[in-house]
Every structure is written in C-alpha cells, then in structure tokens.
C-alpha cells in the first residue's frame, strides 16, 4: 500500500530533524495524520496508546527509540551515556511485554551503539543500525508476500484477524502482504476481515488499507467467522503475529477461536510473520500476556457499555497452539509441522 502525506511509510526516520514520523493509528479511518516523536517518552506513550502498533513496526520503533535516545543525548561520558541509553530501552521495552518483536529492534541498535569506541560514533552507529532494521523489514515483508502468494488458490475469499498489513509494518504488511501479492500475481483475492473488538483494528485499518488498494474487502463481527466457515463462504484463514515460541503462536486475542474453527471446517490455518518474531527458547508459559485498560471494554467514548461494578478481564493477545497451524509463513520460506524440525531451519537466522 502506498501511504500518502509527508511519509510513504508506517513509521519513519526524520533525519533532518532527528525524529521519529509516523501514522497516528488511533484516529483512522476518519483522519490521516502523521505524527512526531522527539523524546523517547513521548515514543513509549504513542506505542503504549496504539498509535504505533504491529509487530514488525514495533520492531522499527524500538530500534529507532534508541537511536532517538542516542543522538537527543548531551552526555559525553562514554559510561553515562550507554547507561543513559540502555535506561531508555528498557523504557521503551517495558510499553508493550508480549511482542517480541519490539525488544530485538531494541538489542540490535544497542549493540551497535555499544560496539562504537565514542559517543559520536555510538549515536552513528544507532542512527545507521535503526535505518537498517527499517529498510529490511521492506525486503522481508515482499519475500513473506511471495511465499505466502504460492499457498492461496487462483481464486479464493482469506479470512484475517486483527491488522497484519502495511500499518503494522514498514510497508506492504505479513499476512495482508500475502494478500497483496497475490492479488499482484494476478490471483482473485477476497478479504472477509473480524472488526477485532476491542478496538477494532480490523475495521479501521485492515478494511481501510484494503479498501486503499482498491481489493475486495468484506467487514465481518468476529463471532460471525465460524459460521461464515461452516457455510463454505471462507477458504482460508491468514493472520500475522506478536511472538512464536516452541509451541504456540501469540496474535490479537480472538485468533485461537479462529483456528479452533479454521481445524474443524478443514479449512487451512496460515501465519505470516518475519523470523524476527520468533522466540523458539520459550514456550507459552514463558510468556506475559498484556492486558488491557478497563476502558477499553467498558466503554466507548463517553458512554458506558459495562456498569461500574462489573469486572473486565481485556487481555490483548491469546496463545494458538501449533498443532493448530498448518503453515508458517517467514521471509526465509514455508515452514511445516513437525514444527520442532522446522525451526532448526531459522536458527541463527533471527
């Protein structure tokens, strides 16, 4: 998808100014807006309320967090400032506990700062190492989106959860780069997308950036996908991902009904995601599941959808485990079950 406005972009680096641009998600479909970090607080902030959201893009993020941090220092001292700088990542990798995705764009441009024999090179060498991060997570989603563009029929209708396109990117997006690439391949692809409840990243960015590219998009309840499944309306399910340990695959809470579904129809059950996400030294219990503000389930805008008296469990994402997925899709090939043999196949790659 082509963004428009000042970055064609999710997220960017303003050089110029030494800051981070990028699309406040948190107000479409109804306004485009690009905004400004300049302080790693206010980039901790715009992650924590969603503005910047999306595995990979948080990856983006946090490498240029750092590289934010880096070149806004005045420190001098060598030791201050990594410490300085080492202070910020770990505010920034506190925003967002279950993405995995956030903390490996933190460690590499610390590592390359660390690596720099002065603070004038240390702030280079974030600046350089966030850039790069940014610039291969391009390449990467192109290379998931051919892959991907192989398992889907001439002509077909995919079901999607949640936003894993081009807003939860750099660009062109994990399983809506599937879709795009298909589409560009020439396939006939239709999109069914679950609004996503609780804050609708389904109907306000998946439908928006599709309905951009001008592809076939249909906006469904997310109770509503079984049944459409059970009807044959539904040929496959693709949906992006936070984090994939050795055994499950974390995405926005509703993705296990889905594939729970998806395994009962016989309809197959994709996951598109860069090998960056993966964390195959954990299992599910290793995991911290975020959980949400209150107000985002009892609420909507100022009226009330709960009485105060009612307690709300939000969690933000679920575990699906992998016995349940039928493919993974990765910027380095389709992996298959047995997924334990599969893995060794990206290891030392991440």
């Known amino acids: ?101 956030l903390g490996w764009g933190i460690d590499r441009v610390l590592g390359a700062a660390d690596a720099a024999g002065s603070v004038e090179a240390a702030k280079e060498a974030a600046v350089r190492e966030a850039g790069a991060v940014a610039g291969e997570d391009e390449v990467t989603c192109r290379r998931i989106g051919a892959f991907g563009a192989e398992l889907l029929p001439e002509r077909c209708t995919v079901l999607t959860h949640c936003n894993a396109g081009a807003l939860a990117c750099r660009c062109w997006g994990t399983a809506l780069g599937v879709v795009r690439s298909a589409v560009e391949a020439g396939k006939d692809v239709r999109v069914i997308a679950c609004e996503t409840r609780p804050l609708n990243q389904g109907s306000r960015l998946t439908c928006w950036e599709l309905a951009q590219d001008g592809i076939d998009v249909t906006l469904i309840t997310d109770s509503a996908a079984a049944y459409l499944m059970r009807k044959g309306v539904i040929d496959a399910v693709i949906v992006g991902a936070d984090r994939i340990t050795r055994d499950a695959v974390f995405n926005k809470i509703g993705t296990y009904m889905h594939a729970i579904s998806a395994r009962h129809h016989g309809i197959p059950f994709y996951v598109a995601a860069p090998v960056s996400t993966f964390d195959p030294a954990r299992s599910e219990v290793d995991v911290v599941v975020e959980e949400r503000d209150r107000g985002e389930l009892a609420r909507c805008g100022d009226r009330m959808l709960a009485p105060d008296g009612a307690s709300v469990l939000n969690y933000a994402f679920d575990a699906t485990p992998l016995d349940l997925v039928d493919a993974i899709v990765t910027d380095v090939g389709v992996l298959r079950p047995p997924y334990a043999e599969s893995f060794r196949l990206i290891e030392g790659k991440r």
């Open 1 to 101: 998808m082509k963004m428009k406005g000042e970055t064609p972009y999710t997220i960017a680096w303003d050089a110029e100014n030494n800051c981070i641009v990028y699309i406040d998600q948190t107000l479409l479909p109804g306004r485009y807006e690009v905004a400004r970090c300049r302080t790693v607080d206010e980039l901790a902030g715009a992650i924590r309320r969603l503005a910047i959201r999306g595995a990979p893009a948080l990856g983006i993020a946090g490498a240029m967090g750092v590289a934010l941090a880096a070149v806004r220092s005045g420190e001098r001292d060598p030791v201050r400032f990594r410490r300085d700088l080492h202070r910020a990542a770990e505010i920034l990798r506190s925003t967002r506990p279950t993405a995995v995705n």
